[in-house]
């Protein structure tokens, strides 16, 4: 049980740097974090990324 839970701590503290790592730039400095697309909410309840390369494309509504 004791190893078990150890290993359930490394693994956080493994994976916690790479949740950060989207807002810094390959030498480490925090750059501005990429803005969310913009959702459109269709009249079905579905959502759609509404520009960019991925527009129409569906997506989790906010």
């Known amino acids: 049980m004791f190893r078990l ?6 693994a956080a503290l493994v994976t916690t740097p ?3 790592a ?3 730039d390959a030498k480490g ?6 803005a969310a697309p ?3 909410k ?3 309840g579905r959502c759609q990324i509404a ?3 991925k ?3 569906f997506t989790k509504c906010p």
């Open 29 to 34: 400095k925090f750059v501005k974090c990429p």
């Open 38 to 40: 913009a959702v459109t």
């Open 5 to 10: 839970s150890v290993a359930f701590a490394v």
């Open 42 to 44: 269709l009249s079905n």
């Open 55 to 57: 527009k129409g494309q």
């Open 51 to 53: 520009s960019g390369p």
């Open 18 to 20: 790479a949740i950060a």
């Open 22 to 24: 989207p807002c810094k």
